[in-house]
């Protein structure tokens, strides 16, 4: 099984909202990912927590933040977003680097596309 | 720096081939290969880890030639499902980081 599941599918939220994305994964992976992609463009990456710590933060802007409660959840909190935030949000996981003999391939959820207005 | 992808568009009838290329300016331990469909998630492909290893997903396949530090991905007797954007992720040899570095993309359009 290699699923990752995501929650909403779709968000539709204004410039002064809070709303949070959750991500969750059954395959015992250590690290789990959150990448923005807007259309025609590549996934790029915005956070990485590897053993539910804080591993790579892609100089993201303050008002996305990250949080993982355990192995198996990340979440992203959004507050005060902008228009130009509008983008479908994947989450990630995979083995984690240090997972002996593994290709840590990364394995994507189906994504929420968000909408600010 | 990103891995340069070409073509970055191609239009093929079903039953042809296509060729997708992704090229690396840095010496790599692994390319990844995804295919996504218009509003989905990248789907992953498969992996090459060595230099001249060939892998094969049904009729995709693909080559690393180390030396060139260039991926290849093969399209055989194309099917409408084949249909998206291909992503090469490359992971360099030496990088600290450990990510991902993601080509451009290459659409792929198979009319019947």
């Known amino acids: 099984d290699t699923e990752v599941t995501q929650t909403p599918k779709h968000l539709v939220m204004g410039m002064t909202n809070k709303k949070s994305l959750k991500c969750e994964q059954h395959?015992?992976?250590?690290?789990m990912y959150w990448y923005k992609q807007k259309a025609k463009k590549p996934p790029e990456l915005m956070f990485v927590?590897?053993?539910?710590?804080?591993?790579i933060n892609e100089s993201v802007p303050s008002r996305f933040s990250p949080e993982c409660p355990n192995s198996s959840l990340l979440n992203l909190h959004l507050h005060a977003l902008q228009p130009e935030d509008s983008a479908l949000y994947l989450c990630?996981?995979?083995?984690?680097?240090?997972?002996?003999?593994?290709?840590?391939?990364?394995?994507f959820g189906p994504g929420t596309r968000l909408t600010v207005l | 720096q990103q891995p340069v992808q070409s073509p970055q568009a191609v239009i093929l009838r079903e039953g042809e081939d296509a060729v997708i290329n992704c090229s690396s300016s840095k010496a790599l331990y692994s390319v990844h290969w995804y295919r996504q469909k218009h509003g989905e998630a990248p789907v992953f492909l498969m992996i090459l880890l060595k230099g001249g290893e060939q892998k094969g997903h049904e009729k995709i396949s693909a080559s690393f030639n180390e030396k060139k530090q260039q991926s290849s991905l093969y399209l055989t007797a194309s099917q409408l499902s084949y249909s998206g954007t291909y992503f090469c992720?490359?992971?360099?040899?030496?990088?600290?980081?450990?990510?991902?570095?993601w080509g451009a993309g290459t659409k792929l359009i198979i009319k019947p």
């Open positions: 992720g490359t992971r360099p040899l030496r990088d600290s980081n450990y990510q991902l570095i």
């Open positions: 395959m015992g992976h250590r690290a």
């Open positions: 927590y590897s053993y539910e710590k804080l591993s």
């Open positions: 990630a996981s995979s083995q984690g680097r240090w997972s002996s003999g593994n290709t840590d391939t990364q394995y």
